[in-house]
T-cell receptor, first 110, second 113 residues
Framework: KNEVEQSPQNLTAQEGEFITINCSYS?????LHWLQQHPGGGIVSLFM???GKKKHGRLIATINIQEKHSSLHITASHPRDSAVYIC????????????FGKGTKLSVKP | EPEVTQTPSHQVTQMGQEVILRCVPI?????FYWYRQILGQKVEFLVS????????KSEIFDDQFSVERPDGSNFTLKIRSTKLEDSAMYFC???????????FGPGTRLLVL
Protein backbone atom coordinates (compact mmCIF):
# COMPACT_ATOMS: atom_id res chain seq x y z
CA LYS A 1 0.00 0.00 0.00
CA ASN A 2 1.34 3.43 -0.92
CA GLU A 3 2.04 5.50 2.15
CA VAL A 4 3.36 8.95 2.94
CA GLU A 5 5.13 9.52 6.23
CA GLN A 6 5.91 12.92 7.69
CA SER A 7 8.07 14.05 10.56
CA PRO A 8 7.93 15.62 12.97
CA GLN A 9 4.25 15.49 13.82
CA ASN A 10 4.50 18.71 15.84
CA LEU A 11 7.11 21.42 15.72
CA THR A 12 7.51 24.53 17.83
CA ALA A 13 10.05 27.15 16.81
CA GLN A 14 11.11 30.63 17.78
CA GLU A 15 10.66 33.40 15.29
CA GLY A 16 13.63 33.59 12.96
CA GLU A 17 14.58 29.92 13.21
CA PHE A 18 15.25 27.73 10.19
CA ILE A 19 12.67 24.97 9.95
CA THR A 20 12.77 21.61 8.22
CA ILE A 21 9.86 19.25 7.73
CA ASN A 22 10.48 15.81 6.27
CA CYS A 23 8.44 13.51 4.09
CA SER A 24 9.13 9.98 2.90
CA TYR A 25 7.14 7.96 0.43
CA SER A 26 6.99 4.69 -1.47
CA UNK A 27 8.44 4.10 -4.91
CA UNK A 28 7.11 5.28 -8.20
CA UNK A 29 5.72 8.74 -7.56
CA UNK A 30 4.99 11.11 -10.40
CA UNK A 31 5.15 14.17 -8.18
CA LEU A 32 5.26 15.28 -4.58
CA HIS A 33 3.09 18.13 -3.35
CA TRP A 34 3.61 20.36 -0.34
CA LEU A 35 0.45 21.98 1.00
CA GLN A 36 -0.32 24.38 3.81
CA GLN A 37 -3.49 24.04 5.85
CA HIS A 38 -4.54 27.10 7.80
CA PRO A 39 -6.18 26.92 11.24
CA GLY A 40 -9.55 27.58 9.59
CA GLY A 41 -9.09 24.47 7.45
CA GLY A 42 -8.32 25.94 4.03
CA ILE A 43 -5.63 24.21 1.97
CA VAL A 44 -3.13 26.08 -0.19
CA SER A 45 -0.75 24.42 -2.59
CA LEU A 46 2.86 25.49 -1.96
CA PHE A 47 4.91 23.34 -4.32
CA MET A 48 4.67 20.49 -6.72
CA UNK A 49 7.96 18.86 -7.60
CA UNK A 50 9.24 15.70 -9.21
CA UNK A 51 12.97 16.38 -9.01
CA GLY A 52 15.51 18.80 -7.60
CA LYS A 53 14.54 21.88 -5.71
CA LYS A 54 12.02 24.72 -5.83
CA LYS A 55 12.05 28.03 -4.01
CA HIS A 56 9.33 30.56 -3.36
CA GLY A 57 10.16 33.41 -1.05
CA ARG A 58 11.27 31.93 2.28
CA LEU A 59 10.09 28.47 1.38
CA ILE A 60 12.29 25.83 -0.23
CA ALA A 61 11.26 22.31 -1.21
CA THR A 62 13.68 19.58 -2.18
CA ILE A 63 13.23 16.03 -3.30
CA ASN A 64 15.65 13.09 -3.52
CA ILE A 65 14.16 10.49 -5.81
CA GLN A 66 16.72 7.81 -4.98
CA GLU A 67 16.10 8.12 -1.24
CA LYS A 68 12.34 8.62 -1.69
CA HIS A 69 12.48 11.66 0.53
CA SER A 70 11.43 15.29 0.36
CA SER A 71 11.96 18.21 2.68
CA LEU A 72 10.25 21.55 3.14
CA HIS A 73 12.40 24.30 4.60
CA ILE A 74 11.29 27.65 5.96
CA THR A 75 13.96 30.27 6.41
CA ALA A 76 13.61 33.13 8.91
CA SER A 77 10.36 31.69 10.27
CA HIS A 78 7.59 34.03 11.36
CA PRO A 79 4.49 33.51 13.51
CA ARG A 80 2.33 33.81 10.39
CA ASP A 81 3.98 30.60 9.15
CA SER A 82 2.12 28.74 11.89
CA ALA A 83 -0.03 26.16 10.13
CA VAL A 84 -0.18 22.47 9.31
CA TYR A 85 2.16 21.49 6.49
CA ILE A 86 1.15 18.44 4.50
CA CYS A 87 3.01 16.45 1.91
CA UNK A 88 1.04 14.47 -0.62
CA UNK A 89 2.25 12.02 -3.23
CA UNK A 90 0.94 11.44 -6.70
CA UNK A 91 1.77 7.83 -7.44
CA UNK A 92 1.03 8.19 -11.10
CA UNK A 93 -1.25 6.12 -13.32
CA UNK A 94 -3.97 7.08 -10.93
CA UNK A 95 -5.50 10.07 -12.65
CA UNK A 96 -3.94 12.53 -10.27
CA UNK A 97 -5.38 11.54 -6.93
CA UNK A 98 -3.10 12.34 -4.02
CA UNK A 99 -2.06 10.26 -1.03
CA PHE A 100 -1.63 12.56 1.95
CA GLY A 101 0.65 12.49 4.93
CA LYS A 102 -0.76 13.23 8.37
CA GLY A 103 0.72 16.70 8.41
CA THR A 104 3.18 18.57 10.58
CA LYS A 105 1.72 21.16 12.90
CA LEU A 106 4.10 24.11 13.05
CA SER A 107 3.86 26.78 15.71
CA VAL A 108 6.25 29.73 15.49
CA LYS A 109 6.49 31.80 18.67
CA PRO A 110 7.34 35.51 18.58
CA GLU B 1 -6.56 35.42 -9.20
CA PRO B 2 -8.97 32.60 -10.12
CA GLU B 3 -9.97 30.34 -7.27
CA VAL B 4 -12.04 27.27 -6.54
CA THR B 5 -15.23 28.06 -4.66
CA GLN B 6 -17.45 25.77 -2.63
CA THR B 7 -20.94 26.06 -1.22
CA PRO B 8 -22.21 25.81 1.39
CA SER B 9 -19.38 26.51 3.81
CA HIS B 10 -21.21 24.58 6.53
CA GLN B 11 -24.05 22.08 6.39
CA VAL B 12 -25.85 20.29 9.17
CA THR B 13 -28.10 17.38 8.23
CA GLN B 14 -29.94 14.49 9.79
CA MET B 15 -28.71 10.95 9.32
CA GLY B 16 -30.33 9.38 6.27
CA GLN B 17 -30.84 12.68 4.45
CA GLU B 18 -29.34 13.48 1.07
CA VAL B 19 -26.84 16.31 0.74
CA ILE B 20 -25.33 17.96 -2.30
CA LEU B 21 -22.04 19.77 -1.99
CA ARG B 22 -21.23 22.22 -4.73
CA CYS B 23 -17.97 23.34 -6.23
CA VAL B 24 -17.03 25.73 -8.99
CA PRO B 25 -13.57 24.77 -10.27
CA ILE B 26 -11.22 27.19 -11.98
CA UNK B 27 -12.64 27.80 -15.42
CA UNK B 28 -9.87 26.45 -17.67
CA UNK B 29 -9.13 23.42 -15.51
CA UNK B 30 -9.92 19.95 -16.81
CA UNK B 31 -9.43 17.67 -13.81
CA PHE B 32 -11.63 17.79 -10.74
CA TYR B 33 -11.34 16.07 -7.38
CA TRP B 34 -13.16 15.56 -4.14
CA TYR B 35 -11.30 14.91 -0.91
CA ARG B 36 -12.50 14.64 2.65
CA GLN B 37 -10.89 15.20 6.03
CA ILE B 38 -12.46 13.76 9.14
CA LEU B 39 -11.71 15.95 12.15
CA GLY B 40 -8.20 15.31 13.41
CA GLN B 41 -7.34 12.95 10.59
CA LYS B 42 -5.49 13.24 7.31
CA VAL B 43 -7.00 14.28 4.03
CA GLU B 44 -8.31 11.35 1.97
CA PHE B 45 -9.00 11.06 -1.74
CA LEU B 46 -12.59 10.32 -2.75
CA VAL B 47 -12.87 10.69 -6.51
CA SER B 48 -11.34 12.26 -9.59
CA UNK B 49 -13.30 13.38 -12.64
CA UNK B 50 -12.19 14.13 -16.17
CA UNK B 51 -13.96 14.48 -19.49
CA UNK B 52 -17.36 14.15 -17.84
CA UNK B 53 -16.70 10.86 -16.19
CA UNK B 54 -15.11 9.41 -13.09
CA UNK B 55 -11.41 8.70 -13.62
CA UNK B 56 -10.76 7.01 -10.34
CA LYS B 57 -12.47 6.51 -7.02
CA SER B 58 -11.31 5.31 -3.65
CA GLU B 59 -12.85 2.56 -1.59
CA ILE B 60 -14.51 5.28 0.49
CA PHE B 61 -16.50 6.36 -2.56
CA ASP B 62 -19.20 3.71 -2.36
CA ASP B 63 -22.69 3.60 -3.87
CA GLN B 64 -24.02 6.32 -1.60
CA PHE B 65 -21.72 8.85 -3.29
CA SER B 66 -22.06 10.30 -6.76
CA VAL B 67 -20.51 13.18 -8.66
CA GLU B 68 -21.82 15.23 -11.49
CA ARG B 69 -20.89 18.17 -13.66
CA PRO B 70 -24.38 19.34 -14.52
CA ASP B 71 -23.27 22.38 -16.51
CA GLY B 72 -20.04 23.99 -17.66
CA SER B 73 -19.12 25.36 -14.27
CA ASN B 74 -20.46 23.37 -11.32
CA PHE B 75 -19.05 20.11 -9.97
CA THR B 76 -21.18 18.44 -7.33
CA LEU B 77 -20.78 15.68 -4.79
CA LYS B 78 -23.99 13.99 -3.67
CA ILE B 79 -24.23 11.82 -0.60
CA ARG B 80 -27.45 9.90 -0.98
CA SER B 81 -28.17 8.74 2.57
CA THR B 82 -25.83 10.34 5.06
CA LYS B 83 -24.32 8.46 7.97
CA LEU B 84 -22.80 9.82 11.15
CA GLU B 85 -19.34 8.87 9.88
CA ASP B 86 -19.78 11.11 6.84
CA SER B 87 -19.22 14.10 9.11
CA ALA B 88 -16.08 15.72 7.76
CA MET B 89 -14.66 18.63 5.83
CA TYR B 90 -15.07 18.05 2.11
CA PHE B 91 -12.63 19.71 -0.25
CA CYS B 92 -13.00 20.16 -3.96
CA UNK B 93 -9.87 20.70 -6.07
CA UNK B 94 -9.10 21.26 -9.71
CA UNK B 95 -6.04 21.19 -11.94
CA UNK B 96 -5.25 22.14 -15.51
CA UNK B 97 -3.80 18.79 -16.34
CA UNK B 98 -2.71 15.51 -14.89
CA UNK B 99 0.20 15.71 -12.42
CA UNK B 100 -0.15 19.44 -12.07
CA UNK B 101 -0.74 21.73 -9.14
CA UNK B 102 -4.14 21.17 -7.62
CA UNK B 103 -6.03 24.19 -6.38
CA PHE B 104 -8.26 23.57 -3.40
CA GLY B 105 -11.54 25.16 -2.48
CA PRO B 106 -12.16 26.41 1.07
CA GLY B 107 -14.11 23.28 1.97
CA THR B 108 -17.60 22.42 3.17
CA ARG B 109 -17.88 21.33 6.77
CA LEU B 110 -20.60 18.65 6.94
CA LEU B 111 -22.09 17.59 10.23
CA VAL B 112 -24.44 14.60 10.29
CA LEU B 113 -26.59 14.30 13.38
Amino acid sequence: KNEVEQSPQNLTAQEGEFITINCSYSVGISALHWLQQHPGGGIVSLFMLSSGKKKHGRLIATINIQEKHSSLHITASHPRDSAVYICAADYGGSQGNLIFGKGTKLSVKP
Amino acid sequence: EPEVTQTPSHQVTQMGQEVILRCVPISNHLYFYWYRQILGQKVEFLVSFYNNEISEKSEIFDDQFSVERPDGSNFTLKIRSTKLEDSAMYFCASSKGLVETQYFGPGTRLLVL
